[in-house]
């Protein structure tokens, strides 16, 4: 862009005053397109040099300083405390409807029809449906388009000059666009009026809420003190905007969206609430994109379900919807019941959040034995649902959270999310109440309880002792990749652990014929194919049976990897950790939990038991992958080959000691291509990597493979 007006010292003032208004309006434009329209035309960057341009010439000449500039977002002291501001118009409230079924609306158009005597034929009355924020109601007051002050809600009568936080915001507009003269808009009015006051809702986003916790999480994690987390977007917000310093209130995002009008004092305010609104988006101000126009009930009851199932996935907090007749001249006809408009609602959901108190603080055994503090409450109706229990995660979350039985807590449930608990009121504490911590010993099997370093999570090391456990390994044990047990699935798996029939994975192995078929709709049919699909089972082979005995971090192949690389299991359960990590693909992570496993004595116990009852599999020399023809060479396949299965071919593959990969990179040696190879073969072809047919396959691996 030429730049034809860059200030040079021979300028005149009035060159240099007329550059600094171009700036003031091209950074206004832009910056709206920017915050409220979400449509930039120029990159950041440009911005940024239009802005520097503009600060550059109001520091060589302050006088040129103008209070809606864009470079006087944060400006102003801190303060001793907020002063009050005597509201011209009074801030209102609304009626609240709390039946939160299609009633609520219903109710509220009847009053509306009632109020205006009208008969049960005469047509339906046009309303505007938007949604409720939830966060703080603010008066936006613009003088000759300029913003000179805004102003907190307070009693409805006196708020208070929150001015400073709230220029904060880019979203809000420090000087207001000319709308352009539309019908819809009424007869053309002077711009800028004298005085226009745009009423709304200060909110923080859902997401600008969980940055600003995860940069106070890091804060405090670094030790800073005096710092905390805060609870939810809306007492966040509030907190923000009533803050003193505003640097402070600067770095915490906030966002607004107008609903409605002040005092007004020359322009004429359109006829209806919707052209209201639409005026409002053309002088730069941001409406929410989420509202209506619609006639009768069965328009507000169907805004309410639509917006109601739109909730969870808004990225800011609603409490309901607000229906409003949208004739003005209607609204003024309908006036005010004491201190509530007759012509506006709040029609509610039910709420997401709700107090309640902390009966007990019980510790559950997860599947892998994952010890999980959970909150017992005292039931309370949230996010529509009866809410007893809420997860405190591990022990660090719950004493984050600084949870105490006997707490009164705030309880979160937002759509199909698990309940939270948000956060505590401290001063409800009653006297005496203890800091949590987490138990030592597995509460359903007396294990010792570990956390390992680095990891949140503290964890039963009972293994396939623990009985909260066993459903979990036995079904693990069981699956196609491991035993291969068929038959053994879930619902035969409770009966067998809840009736205690089986304690242990052994326990599988004793079961006979006649205490299968006393079980639960087992018929003697079923019952007999159990017993020869246990049969079956014993003859197995070593990595299905270390893969089946669920050591945590031992997936499938690194079941294979070690029994490759051991050959035998005695070698593999009596070797140190340095030992093990000398197999492919096993880190000190993975070694150290192969270790704990089998440092505990019920597990080795467990498999002496199995080979007892007839457990067998082929054990070999250690086959040291090094040695192995194909070791080091990394394989994908892609396509249908003639003869081999996807399957077979991985596990000659992996027998020859090479890794079998699922996605081509530039690491990969080989692809193997068969019929229909996608787009593997394409990238393949594109890095410049050996392609290989079946036959080129065959070629490689040992011919006993
Ligand atoms: S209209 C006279 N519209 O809810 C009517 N209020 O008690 C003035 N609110 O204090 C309010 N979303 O903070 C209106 N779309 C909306 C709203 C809304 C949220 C808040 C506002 C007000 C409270 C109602």
Known sequence: MPDLFSQSADQPLSAVATRAAELRALLHHHA?????LDAPEIPDAEYDRLFQELQ????????????DSPTQRVIGQVLDGLLPVRHAVPMLSIDTETDTTPEGARAFDARVRKALSLEDGAPPVEYAAELKFDGLAINLRYEHGVLVQAATRGDGETGEDVTQNIRTINQIPLRLLAPPHTAALGEASPWPPEVLEVRGEVYMRRDDFEALNERQREKIAAGAKGEKTFINPRNTAAGAVRQLDPAMAAQRPLSFYAYGLGEVRGWAVPPTHGALMDAFVAMGLPVCEHRTL????EALVAFHARMGALRDSLPFDIDGVVYKVNSLALQQQLGFKSREPRWAVAHKYPAQEML?????????????????????????????VTVTNATLHN?????????????TVIVRRAGDVIPEVVGVLPEKRPAGAEVFTMLTHCPVCGSAAVREEGEADHRCTGGLFCSAQRKQALLHFAQRRALDIEGLGDKLVDQLVDGEVVKTLPDLYRLGLSSLAALDRMAEKSAQNIVDALQKSKQTTLPRFLYGLGIRHVGESTAKDLARHFGRLDAIMDASVEQLMEAPDVGPVVAQSIRTFFDQAHNREVVEQLRACGLQWAE????????????GQTFVLTGTLPTLSREE???RLEAAGAKVAGSVSKKTSYVVAGEEAGSKLDKARELGITVLDEAGLLALLPVDG
Request: hydrophobic fraction near 40%; avoid cysteine.
């Open 32 to 36: 709206h397109r920017y915050y409220v």
């Open 356 to 384: 309640t108190t902390v009966l007990a603080i019980e510790v559950q055994v997860g599947r892998t034995g994952k010890l999980t503090p959970v909150a017992k409450l005292a039931p309370v109706f949230v996010g529509g």
């Open 620 to 631: 070999g020399e250690p086959a040291p992958r090094a040695l192995l023809p194909l070791a």
């Open 56 to 67: 550059a010439i109001e520091a060589a000449h302050p006088e040129l300083r103008t209070p």
């Open 649 to 651: 071919a991985k596990e």
């Open 395 to 407: 022990e660090f979350e719950a004493r984050r959270k600084d949870v105490r039985v006997g707490d």
């Open 294 to 297: 619609g006639e009768g009930a």
